[in-house]
C-alpha cells in the first residue's frame, strides 16, 4: 500500500513540477541534470507540504508522535484517517513525510 | 442435529474464519511497505482527590490496529481500570472497572469510510478525539458529556473531503444504533451525525452534530464545536456546546493550551485551563435529579493544570478545579503520569 501511496503522490506531484523554481532554474542547464534536482524539489516539497499538513492536522488534538518504522507508520496513519476525518490527500502526504 | 453436532459445526465455521481472517492478513503482508498489525494504547496512573476524597487510579487502554489488504482496518480498543477509594478508616478499597470502548471494522475509501461495529458516538469532538488520557489536557471530563449517548452500535459512513479548494477541508459523519443492554457494551437505539468545516491556513475547525435517541422518551441533542490554533503562537482554543430536548439540560467547556515551546528551560511544560458551565434541564421533579446525580443540577467549574513531556509518549500531570454546584461545591486535585506505547505484533523489517 505504502508503494501505491507514494506512487500516487508522485503522480499527483507531477503536473506542478514544471512551475517550481528548481525546475525553472534547471531548464536553461542539460535535460540530463534535470531530473534527478527536479525529483529532489518533488520530494523537498512533498515533504515540508507533508510536515505542514501534519503540524495542522495531527496537533489539533495532541503532541506531535515520535516517526515509527514504516510498516508500523501505515497502520498508525490509517487509524487516524478514520479517527480524524483526514482527507485523502493528507493522509498521503502526512504518510509520507512520517516515513521519511 | 445433535447439539454436539451443531458446536462442532460452529467451531469449525470458526476455525474456518479464522484461517481465512489469518491468510488475508499475511496476504497484506508480503509487501515489505505493507503496514503491519499495531498494538498501541496507554497506560496510567492518577492520584485523585475530590472534595477530600482521596482515590487512586491505576489503568490500562489497549488498542488492537489490524489492517487487511488496502482498505479495510479492523480496530478494537477496551480499558481496564482499578480505582482504590480511600476510606474513613484509613484502608483503601479497590474496585475493577472495564469496559469495550470500541470494536470496529472500517472499509476505506477515498470519500468515504464504512464502519460498522461499536464506535465511539460521532457527537462533539471530545469523546472521538480528546477522551484518551494520554491526549487530554486535563484529566477531568467535562460536564456535558454524559448528556449524549457516547457509543453506539450499527453502521456509520464517514470521511474527511477538500470542500472545492484546498483552503477548507469538509468533514462528516452519519450513523444508526441498535438498542443494546449489555452492561460492558450497551448502547441507545439512535441516530445522527457531524459535520466540520476545517480551515488549514488558519489552523480553525468549527463544526455541528445532532443525536436523535429512538427510544423511551425519544429526546434530542445539538452540538457545536471549534478548535482554533493559531499559526504564530504553541496555543490551542478548543470548545464544544450541546444541548438537550429532554431531561439532560445544556452546557459548554472551553479550554485553552499553552505550550512554554519559546522558554528554553520550560520548554516540554503545556500550561492547561478550562472553564465550563452545565445547566440542567428546568422543572425537574425530585425524583428525576436524584435520578439524574450530577445533570440534575447547575453547576460551573474551573480548572487549571500543566503537563510535563518527558518525552511524546511520557507525560505528567497536575490540576486543580473548582466545582461551584449546589451542595456539591468540592476543590479537585489530581497528579499522575500516563504513557502512550506502540508495538507493532509483526516483523516491521527495519526502518527507523
Known sequence: MMLALVSAAQTAGDSKKENTPAAQTISDGSKEAAAPVNQLSQDESDRLEGEKRFHSNCSRCHAAPPKFPPRTMGTIVRHMRVRAMLTDQDMKLILRYMTK | ?352
Open chain 2, 1 to 352: 442435529m445433535s447439539q454436539s453436532s451443531w458446536r462442532e459445526r460452529a467451531a469449525q465455521a470458526c476455525l474456518f474464519a479464522l484461517l481465512i481472517l489469518s491468510s488475508a492478513v499475511l496476504r497484506a503482508q508480503d509487501d515489505e511497505l505493507k503496514p503491519v498489525p499495531v498494538l498501541t494504547g496507554s497506560t496510567a496512573y492518577f492520584t485523585r482527590v475530590n472534595a477530600g476524597q482521596v482515590q487512586d487510579a491505576p489503568s490500562v487502554s489497549p488498542l488492537l490496529l489490524l489492517p487487511v489488504g488496502d482498505h479495510l482496518l479492523i480496530e478494537a480498543k477496551g480499558s481496564l481500570s482499578d480505582t482504590f477509594t480511600k476510606s474513613a478508616l484509613g484502608d483503601y478499597n479497590g474496585v475493577v472497572g472495564y469496559g469495550m470502548t470500541y470494536a470496529q471494522a472500517d472499509y476505506i475509501t477515498k470519500y468515504v469510510t464504512i464502519t460498522g461495529g461499536r464506535f465511539i458516538t460521532p457527537f462533539g469532538i471530545y469523546g472521538e478525539r480528546i477522551a484518551p488520557n494520554w491526549i487530554r489536557s486535563l484529566q477531568g471530563t467535562p460536564l456535558i458529556v454524559p448528556v449524549t449517548s457516547g457509543a453506539s452500535l450499527g453502521g456509520m459512513l464517514r470521511g474527511g473531503i477538500p470542500a472545492g479548494t484546498e483552503k477548507v477541508e469538509f468533514n462528516y459523519a452519519a450513523y444508526y444504533s441498535a438498542n443494546n443492554t449489555n452492561h460492558i457494551v450497551a448502547t441507545d437505539r439512535s441516530t445522527g451525525g457531524r459535520i466540520g468545516f476545517f480551515l488549514p491556513g488558519p489552523r480553525l475547525e468549527i463544526g455541528a452534530s445532532f443525536q436523535q435517541v429512538l427510544q423511551l422518551d425519544r429526546p434530542h441533542s445539538a452540538g457545536m464545536h471549534f478548535v482554533w490554533q493559531p499559526n504564530a503562537v504553541p496555543l490551542a482554543v478548543r470548545s464544544e456546546y450541546v444541548r438537550q430536548s429532554g431531561i439532560k439540560g445544556s452546557g459548554y467547556w472551553i479550554e485553552s493550551t499553552y505550550r512554554l515551546s519559546q522558554i528554553p528551560h520550560l520548554s516540554k511544560v503545556e500550561l492547561a485551563g478550562r472553564g465550563q458551565q452545565f445547566f440542567a434541564a428546568p422543572n425537574l421533579s425530585a425524583a428525576t435529579i436524584k435520578k439524574l446525580g450530577a445533570l440534575g443540577i447547575d453547576a460551573r467549574e474551573g480548572d487549571g493544570g500543566l503537563n510535563y513531556y518527558f518525552r511524546s509518549d511520557v507525560r505528567a500531570s497536575a490540576s486543580y478545579g473548582r466545582l461551584l454546584a449546589t451542595g456539591r461545591n468540592a476543590n479537585l486535585w489530581t497528579i499522575g503520569m500516563t504513557y502512550r506505547f506502540v508495538m507493532p505484533v509483526w516483523p516491521t523489517g527495519g526502518g527507523f
